[in-house]
């Protein structure tokens, strides 16, 4: 009997996961990638959303694993390894309105895990995944396989008032960094998304339902062209919109007090 690899291999169908792949920006990129014929798997922890998943789009792949929790995560990336995968996304994130002194320990405890822990469990395990099959199989010659994270601009700017949102997506943009150069001699691809606000439910529902006075926000549409086409540049670090990445670029050019200061008196404003 063959394995899912071997059919994998044979069939030439390319298959991506999407952590993270049942709501907002990765789900959108998740049906993009089904329309170009790309075999899809998602992973969410909302059951919710899961059933919504399955009965919306029938041939995606969905599964459950609250990513907050390393066993479950574990146990879900092992029975994950037999199956082969040419692009794994990690979308999932968590995000609040709160600044970091006014996180409370769940939010916190949550966001960490999300943004930064469960990403690097993911990150190392699809990483050993993806050299093992260069080493076994020649997926390269249709489809070079990829590493893509989903970090912010936010993440962008080095300050120390920065939130823990945007430390963990720093911190990401470094690790992601990390990985391409390490995954270079295997021919993998690792890019890094660091977008300004897209106009999702998630961010809609921070902000009682309406997100459109958020500054140069843009819908996920736009959102995944942008990301495809950072993909199919090979882009290291991907900041968009334009007109986010020359401020963020400006701003990190002043002095940290400076921007410190500026960042503060306009982070702290009730709205
Ligand atoms: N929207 C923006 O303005 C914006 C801007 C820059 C960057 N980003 C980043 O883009 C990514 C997607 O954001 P989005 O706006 O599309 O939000 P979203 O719809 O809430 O998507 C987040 C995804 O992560 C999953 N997730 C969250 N907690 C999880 C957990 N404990 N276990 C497993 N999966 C979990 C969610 O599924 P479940 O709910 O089912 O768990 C969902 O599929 C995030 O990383 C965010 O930081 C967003």
Redesign the pocket.
Known sequence: MKTLVENTAENHTPHIIVV???????LALALHHQMLGWQVSV????EA?IENVKRQHPTIKSYA????NVIQTQSLLDELSATSFQRLVY?????TNERVHHLNQADSDKMLA?NLQAFEQVFRWASAQLKQQHQSLDFTKDCRPSLIC?A?IAGTMDYPYASLYAKSKRAMISAASAYRAALAPYDIQVNCIA????D????RDLNDGDASHKPFIMNTQTAVDQIMQAIDDDVELAIFPRSMRYITRTLNYLPKPLLNWILRSKLDKPS
Do not use: E, P, R
């Open positions: 993270g792949g049942t709501s907002g920006l990765g992973i969410g922890s909302n959303k694993c609250d990513l907050t979308s999932a994130g968590s995000y999300i989903i912010s977008s300004g606000y897209i999702t439910q998630a961010l």
